[in-house]
């Protein structure tokens, strides 16, 4: 699970973003947006298709600041990876 994306971001941009390094490495993507503002919910889900990529996917996105990773962004949020309760 990918916390705390700012709400802005589209789930084109996010898939961007994670394609950059780790095209072809995963086998679901889900992030849900409100349907009446159609923003993101800050949230999204993400499964590796194999445990090998589940270190270094965390090594590259847990605890980064948004702004730091992406141009234009004036988020102070701070990305966290967790495994998600399902």
């Known amino acids: 699970m990918i916390r705390n994306i700012p709400i802005k971001f589209t789930q084109i941009e996010m898939l961007d973003i994670i394609n950059q390094k780790f095209k072809d490495q995963y086998d679901y993507f889900y992030l849900p947006k409100d349907l009446k503002t159609q923003c993101g919910v800050g949230f999204a889900f993400i499964n590796m298709s194999s445990s090998l990529f589940i ?14 990773k992406i141009e234009k962004c004036n988020s102070n949020k701070h990305c966290e990876i967790t495994y998600a309760n399902v």
């Open 55 to 68: 270190l270094d996917f965390l090594f590259e996105f847990n605890c980064i600041k948004w702004s730091d």
